[in-house]
């Protein structure tokens, strides 16, 4: 596979100046990137998350070209992001959920011919792209809009769209659902997926909501303190934190001692109710122990990715790590 | 250069304030240079006569919203909001990209503000018609070089928000000296010759606005007319350098502000 975003030992430190005494200001270096290493294949549909102050946007200026590294090394779609950084641009799609990259005047409408002419795009692509963009993001309803008096989910759609109409290979996306409702973020959320289903894409994610990164990424890159501290899929990421799918029964008639299933935990037991967390069976195998017992209701609870990057974040220790 | 005159041709409410402004004040200015000049007692002051002198102040009333000589902090605002991100991600030089919406923004000032001052200013006083073929061709491109090399120090006045973060220090500078040296408040060839020869050779500020209606007006012969715009084109082509410069060092030490 083609790696199309590379990094090695990624840095970038800031200088902050520390009060200390009514005129004397002592000057501190902080690392916000300190060490990262990348190697994203082409197509690939990456999340990268992290607390607030990780270093996640700090990551993705970096790569696009606008911070320039304090050390280390990157590369994108093979250039040079800072010194070829106009070059990289007609490749790159970048949207900052936090800032507007349209022209704040104008409607959609007009800001997409200007972007056709900036990125010198053929007509016919722009047009086919726009028109694809229109049906699947619902764009028709406010193309005409000056951007300052769209809501945010019609800007963020916006946003969407003016990053890909130049076919861009790498999109950055740097919290693309903030602030949006349930609707519209289902909308980016969808349109999304159907970008990465084609396989053209590659598509590098930060979010603070994870629901965006199960639905999207298969594979997950955790940041804390500037350093890549987890690298592979959700499930991977569950098991090295423990997280277990646990599987609830809901009892007929109390039970005088509830069964020990080997590879199952018992976390809850109450007169009518069971709680195992499954440390080895399948819930095939746990219900199979249970086939005796007369079931009211019956659920299997997934792992939820909340607690596990909560658990991450806060550094909390994972007493139920296997 | 389009969406430059596409954005400021959506505030038509602004336009219509901004010429009307322009042509009330343009009635104050003119009033007190023609009595100034009246006071002098001679024909002509630093060469210009009571017609120059009302030519210079009704172009010069369109000509300041052309070349834009105050109120652009677009950039500063940007870099203040860290919105100054857009900028780098777009395939062409922040430098290329701000200057051609302006060009954009100034076209649409030529047809809007440029206008009206000029045509109501003949109705109530005298008016210089240039007499050679040649004045006007030069006036049009010494108004765009005009319009560039402010476009070019405005961005270097907004490009110290990189390093300072509040540029209203320099903007006020910015404000107090260029109208009082780029030939706003009064003709700077008023101005005795050891004051005026090195105020346009080593300062870029005669070449914003008094250089235009200058060569408009024919207080010089043509030779004279075309060395001023020259100067005004290295001006312009030093500027710009300038600016690039500027942005590079700046581009290496950006601190995106906001996150």
Redesign the interface.
């Known amino acids: 596979m083609m790696t199309v975003i590379a990094a090695r030992e990624l840095r970038k430190e800031f200088t902050v100046r520390v009060r200390q005494g009514r005129l004397r200001r002592a000057r501190r270096t902080v690392a916000a990137v300190d060490g990262v290493d990348l190697a994203i294949a082409r197509g690939e549909m990456v999340g990268y998350i992290g607390p607030n102050g990780a270093g996640k946007s700090t990551t993705l200026k970096m790569l696009t070209g606008v911070l320039t590294p304090s050390g280390g090394e990157v590369s994108v779609c093979g250039l040079s992001p800072v010194r070829q950084r106009t070059r990289l641009a007609r490749r790159i799609g970048v949207v900052f959920g936090q800032r507007t990259q349209l022209w704040w005047d104008l409607p959609l409408r007009d800001s997409y011919d200007l972007l056709r002419h900036i990125y010198r795009v053929p007509a016919a692509e722009h047009a086919a792209r726009l028109r694809r963009c229109r049906s699947l993001l619902d764009l028709d309803e406010f193309l005409d809009i000056p951007v300052r008096q769209l809501s945010l989910g019609q800007r963020m759609r916006g946003e969407l769209t003016a990053a890909l109409l130049h076919g861009p290979e790498v999109l950055f996306l740097d919290e693309p659902t903030i602030g949006l409702d349930v609707v519209s973020k289902q909308a980016v959320r969808g349109f999304l997926a159907e970008l990465g289903a084609g396989g053209d894409v590659t598509l590098m994610l930060t979010t603070h909501d994870l629901a965006d990164i199960e639905k999207l990424c298969r594979r997950l890159l955790v940041i804390d303190h500037g350093r890549v501290v987890h690298d592979g899929t959700i499930e991977a990421l569950h098991a090295r934190y423990g997280s277990r799918r646990r599987v609830v029964v809901e009892l007929e008639e109390p039970l005088a001692a509830p069964p020990e299933v080997p590879g199952a935990t018992l976390v809850t037991a109450g007169p009518l109710r069971l709680e195992y967390d499954l440390t080895g069976a399948t819930a095939g195998e746990l219900l199979a122990r249970l086939a005796g017992l007369a079931f009211r209701d019956l659920s299997i609870v997934e792992p939820d990715i909340e607690d596990v990057v909560a658990r991450l974040y806060t550094g909390a220790p994972v007493t139920d790590a296997p | 250069m389009?969406?430059g005159f596409?954005?400021y041709s959506?505030?038509r409410q602004a336009t219509v304030a901004g010429a009307f402004t322009n042509t009330v004040f343009g009635f104050l200015r003119c009033y007190v240079l023609l009595a100034v000049a009246a006071g002098a007692g001679t024909a002509t002051v630093g060469g210009y006569d009571a017609a120059r002198l009302a030519t210079f102040v009704w172009f010069g009333q369109g000509l300041l919203a052309v070349v834009l000589l105050w109120g652009w902090t677009e950039l500063a605002d940007r870099i203040r909001t860290?919105?100054v991100?857009?900028d780098?991600?777009?395939?062409?030089?922040p430098v290329t990209?701000y200057l051609a919406t302006d060009l954009g923004r100034a076209g649409h000032a030529a047809l809007t503000r440029l206008v009206p001052p000029v045509l109501v200013g003949p109705l109530f006083f005298p008016f210089y018609v240039p007499h050679r073929w040649s004045t006007v061709p030069l006036f049009v491109v010494s108004v765009v070089l005009a319009t560039v090399l402010c476009f070019g120090c405005r961005f270097l006045v907004n490009a110290t928000g990189y390093w300072l973060l509040d540029v209203r220090g320099p903007m006020v500078l910015w404000a107090l000296g260029s109208g009082v040296l780029a030939g706003l408040y009064f003709p700077l060839r008023f101005l005795p010759d050891w004051v005026a020869v090195p105020l346009w050779l080593l300062t870029p500020l005669p070449s914003l606005f008094q250089t235009p209606l200058d060569v408009l007006v024919e207080v010089d012969p043509t030779p004279r007319q075309l060395w001023l715009v020259v100067l005004q084109a290295v001006w312009v082509v030093a500027i710009l350098v300038l600016c690039h410069l500027v942005q590079r060092s700046a581009?290496?030490r950006?601190?995106?502000q906001?996150?």
Do not use: K, Q
Not at chain 2, 88 to 93: K, N, S
């Open positions: 389009g969406a596409r954005r959506t505030y860290g919105d991100v857009a780098l991600l777009r395939p062409v030089h990209r581009e290496r950006l601190v995106v906001g996150g």
